[in-house]
């Protein structure tokens, strides 16, 4: 995946782009930061911060559990979702506040989750390697409420790895603020990045 997002910026021109990833997304440009295709990199509660496979188990079975109840809730979920209390009681595990994305919106994303291969093949061995010195700065802007990989472990574990990262913890969100608070998850990029609004 690493390669294919460094052959992405190959071949439009971006040398060493300012990246911002949540999730999964945090890890690639973690990892692109160490190929020195980085300005800067801003992850929100990156993955990859697992410490031994039974750690990394319990992500992926809390993932793959997910996945497996959105194929058996497929048929029902057009007109479950309607409900605001459906999508903010089936999104607790990634948002504070599911509810506030559309019915469609979570559509979308039930079928992209039932039909993305990547999980299937997620291997225990790989996890972020310690870096140290950073190759650019780089900051962890970790969820407060994070239900998928909380802080209190896994972002200790990154601040452990990335010494020299700066630290944020976001206040009121859950894995996925952009869901919960777009105009923080701006902020916070913009902070990194050095853009003003």
Sequence with gaps: MVDAAERYLDEHGLARPHLAGNSLGGWVAIELARRGRAASVCAFSPAGFWWDSDSHEQVLGRIRGK????????????????SAAVRRLGLREVACHGDRLTAARVLEWMDD????????????????EPLN?????????WAQFDRLVPAATYGQTARTRLPGATWVLLPGVGHIPMIDDPYLVARTIMAVTGVTA
């Design 113 to 128: 989750s039932i039909d993305c291969p990547f999980m299937d093949d997620y291997s225990p061995d790989k996890r972020v």
């Design 133 to 141: 010195p950073l190759p650019c700065p780089v900051t962890l802007a």
């Design 67 to 82: 996945r497996a109840l959105s194929r058996v809730a497929r048929p029902i979920a057009p007109l479950a979702l309607r």
